[in-house]
């Protein structure tokens, strides 16, 4: 389609001036969307921020989606590139990006190898793979997408429009909204670590809690969201989660965290809202983070995060004090070859 028509497609988006070069012969025909360095003839990419303005020069796009920088624009103009420019140009690639490509949506049916017990409640146009296995007291929502070889326990409850991808398991009494999704090998609602040292060797804790997905959370491959003793386990709406994150038992998550590859926290963390916690970051036991908190990647959290706060390093500690104990870090040698000078001279 032309560039012009993607553009209507989208209708009023907030915060945006396009400009088409008007030359007719220059509303392109595109044909699909690639990053900015492999884009070829008849692709639109975009350009995140100035940052990236060389691309211009190189790609073979032969549309852009650009900040709202005249110098950018312009030399777009010179290359007889099409464009639109927004405040936020990877949002609005992000929805372009829908006109090309939708997921797969299966149409909605019952498997015949699906095993569900009678005492399951299916909504309608609800769509159950192979093999799968939907266990007494289940309740699924309209809508509700669940792919081959998914196991759900008794007295889940799933909510509308949510999909469940092959090889998933939801553990008994979980709770999960509308609209979430849940990838491939993650485990919701599993025990949670619950063991007391004894005399005679570690005493299992039964994990009688409850897991709850507020609406629209994602969680991704081979994550883990255990239930606790008593209680519940909580991930507040909106929020993302990548794959392999921990969430350990009695965790309470607020609304529109991201929580990236690889990152974990033990039982009993609060965690606000608006939360990042990046790869392989770890939180202890019991620990509180604010709202709008971010612990960079590998950082170690052992203390409270208050809310708005940036850490960094093991332990964690404000990321303005760990830039510059780092640069300071890469001057010990030098530092200690004076320190080693001064004793000498102490000593004559």
């Not at 870090?329 to 001279?345: V, W």
Request: with cysteine.
């Amino acid at each position: 389609m032309k560039f012009s028509e993607i553009i209507a497609q989208l209708g009023d988006v907030a915060n945006i001036n396009h400009s088409l070069l008007g030359n007719p012969e220059d509303d392109p025909e595109i044909l699909g969307v690639a990053a900015v360095d492999e884009a070829s003839n008849q692709t639109l990419s975009y350009i995140e921020g100035a940052k990236f303005s060389q691309s211009i020069a190189t790609t073979a796009a032969s549309a852009l989606i650009l900040p709202q920088d005249a110098a950018m624009q312009e030399q777009a103009t010179s290359r007889g590139i099409a464009w639109i420019a927004t405040r936020d140009p990877k949002l609005l690639f992000a929805q372009i990006l829908a006109c090309f490509y939708q997921p797969w949506q299966p149409t909605p049916e019952i498997h015949p190898t699906a095993v569900i017990h009678p005492s399951a409640n299916i909504g309608n146009h609800v769509y159950i793979g192979a093999h799968v296995v939907i266990q007494q007291g289940v309740v699924i929502g309209d809508g509700v997408c669940i792919h081959p070889n998914v196991v759900v326990y008794p007295e889940v409850t799933i909510g509308d429009r949510t999909i469940l991808h092959a090889n998933c398991t939801i553990h008994e009494r979980s709770r999960i909204g509308a609209d979430c999704e849940i990838h491939s090998g993650a485990v919701i609602g599993a025990e949670g670590f619950g063991f007391v040292p004894t005399a005679t060797g570690w005493l299992k804790m039964q994990q009688s809690g409850y897991t709850v997905l507020e609406d629209g959370v994602v969680v991704g491959c081979n994550s883990a969201i255990d239930r606790p003793a008593v209680g519940e386990t909580r991930v507040g709406k909106n929020t993302i989660i990548d794959n392999l994150v921990q969430i350990g038992h009695g965790c309470q998550i607020g609304s529109g965290c991201a929580l990236a590859g690889q990152s974990g926290m033990a039982g009993g963390v609060k965690i606000g809202k608006r939360v990042i916690l990046a790869g392989q970051s770890g939180i202890a036991n019991q620990v509180k983070i604010g709202d709008g908190a971010i612990a960079s990647a590998k950082a170690g959290v052992h203390n409270n995060v208050a809310p708005g706060e940036i850490v960094s390093g093991t332990p964690a500690i404000p990321h303005k004090d760990y830039l510059k104990i780092s640069a300071i870090l890469n001057r010990l040698p030098e530092i200690y070859q004076t320190l080693k000078q001064l004793q000498k001279m102490l000593k004559k």
